[in-house]
């Protein structure tokens, strides 16, 4: 069984960074593909960045030039670096796992999910 515990999350001033990790066990990680997502309350969950088993990315224009997704196969752990971050970055974010589509952004497409950690960002 697939398991993907989140961390890294908490609250920073507009213009922060901060970095989340995914720790993911249970399956070949390396073959599959892997993302962020991220919900605010009262709105749909968006798709942030993904990554193949290859390493290519894909961002949603909103974070483009400010975060950046990665994994170190050796450590089953994907990250996402969050740099100049904005008030409406606040959001629990999500790692995604077992994706079937090469970096998608949509939700549909991954069958494994972590429980989240918190972003808030104040202005």
């Known amino acids: 069984q697939v398991q993907l515990v989140e961390s890294g999350g908490g609250s920073v001033q507009a213009g922060g960074s901060l970095r989340l990790s995914c720790a993911a066990s249970?399956?070949?990680?390396?073959?599959?593909?892997m993302a962020w997502f991220r919900q605010a309350p009262g709105k749909e969950r968006e798709g942030v960045a993904a990554?193949?088993?290859?390493?290519?990315?894909n961002y949603a224009d909103s974070v483009k030039g400010r975060f950046t997704i990665s994994k170190d196969n050796a450590k089953n752990t994907l990250y996402l670096q969050m740099n100049n971050l904005k008030p409406e970055d606040t959001a629990m974010y999500y790692c995604?796992?077992?994706?079937?589509?090469?970096?998608?952004?949509?939700?549909?497409?991954?069958?494994?999910w972590g429980q989240g950690t918190q972003v808030t960002v104040s202005s």
């Open positions: 995604a796992a077992e994706g079937v589509v090469a970096g998608s952004l949509d939700g549909g497409y991954y069958n494994s």
């Open positions: 249970g399956y070949t990680y390396s073959r599959y593909y």
């Open positions: 990554i193949d088993s290859d390493g290519d990315t």
